[in-house]
């Protein structure tokens, strides 16, 4: 049997390059001190399997020397500098290692709240830098008896929450997206009120990245906030809105902050590095010895057990290779995906059960189709963490019922998918259709019949069918600055109505609340796919 040739794109511990070394049925080349021209031209075009980092961008140049490539391990967490769709269509399944630094960013959170309520850093360089010996400038203050906010409850926020209790810290979680018995099982509390969350002393954020928690904390949510509350990101940059967060510090709303992460880095003149109420770290949440090393552990295991063809864990992607794949499935994989997507974003509650449904030849391939519709819903709450390898296993482990109907065609339509989608808040149904072979359109939302591009932001607006309600809604958007791309209506026999309101823009819970102060009002949410 011949040698698989894994790249090492970019600098790994080297326990990884060691285990990549030890494997008789692998030739490993450790590129990582090579130029990116060299890499790219003379190397890659060599790999089987490449581990790469953020000094590698897999991209146009990157696939098409890639003519041998089946997998791509990204030794990390973000993949935001590798071309997914555009690996997927050449069949090359990208990985990434989504856990390994989960301690280090649980202990580097837990790191800025002590420097915070203690003003470490800066006692320490009044110290040693200036030399200065005055105990009665640092009183500050103990995490005991504190009431700690916690947003996110998933594998960092959930060990915070542990943490904090070993400091006798009141913890409360907020996360509409699990169980309440995963915190309180913990002697934790929790809640579905944001506001409650807002009313803590202290507040740390541990959510994905996403339409729904780019700038979670903004100036609304700041001045509800008590005075002297401290704030604490070591998760993504943009959760807060920096230039709310530079407000807050500067009137003194925001006692302290502890920032690990920036929306644009590196943050080298970032204002908030001008104030003396900021500990702040160059984005460390993954800079342990310990964390580098499990990340290279694992990344070289998943090379190996890719090249092999064992197995390719933590995959963010299928590939799709047209001698496997029926041209006319390939849509329908991602409308269910889309459909999954848009149900957890209307729901925004925690998932129960999941029922795939399919009519017409796609029926076929409906066992796809529910780790498609798997991924889609569960990646609002998880984000990287779920992927088309491990989606179902993860959804067993949190209780999540999958099940898959092949249901009779009478639809009128060559091919018909759907989701019915159960939570702790009631259940929703939402089903699609392609038309001419790429066009996807959603064509039914629970009782209501509509024609949905599901695409960009919608507003879902449930409402008495009355005359004026078109108008209203049509008025608070342009009142708000959102320009309408599309707007599409069914009715039932009950007399309500069912709006799909696409605009060009960004829905504000200002947007929200006025359209839920009509009195045609039913409910309305909204979702960006």
Known sequence: MSKKTIVVCDHIHQDGLDILANDSEIELINAADEPKDKLISEIIPLADVAITRSSTDVDDAFLAAA????????????????????????????????????????????????????????????????????RQDWYGTELKDKKLGIIGFGNIGSRVGKRAKAFEMDVLAYDPYIDASKATDLDIGYTKNFEDILACDIITIHTPKNPETIGMIDKEEIVKMKDGVILINCARGGLFNEDALLEGLTNGKIAKAGIDVFNKEPATAHPLLDLNNVTVTPHLGANTKESQKNIAIQAAENAIAAAKGISYPNALN??????ELPDFVRPYLELIQKIGHLSSQVTKSAVKSIKVMAAGPVADHIASMGTFATVGVLTESLGDQVNYVNAEFVAAERGINISKEVKPNNSGFTNKVGIKLTTTEGTISIAGTVFDDTVQRIIEIDDYVLDVEPKGTMIFFRNTDTPGVIGSVGKIMADNGLNISDFRLGRDSKQQALAVVRVDGHVTKEVIAALQELDACISVSHATL
């Open 67 to 134: 003519q041998k490539i089946t997998a791509v391990v990204r030794a990390g967490v973000g993949v935001d500098n590798v071309d997914i769709p555009g690996s997927s269509k050449q069949g090359i399944v990208i990985m990434n290692v989504p856990t390994a630094n989960t301690i280090a960013a649980v202990e580097l959170t837990m790191t800025h709240m002590l420097s915070c309520v203690r003003d470490f850093p800066y006692a320490h360089n009044n110290l040693k830098l200036d030399r200065v010996w005055r």
């Open 318 to 323: 299928l590939p799709i290779k047209e001698n």
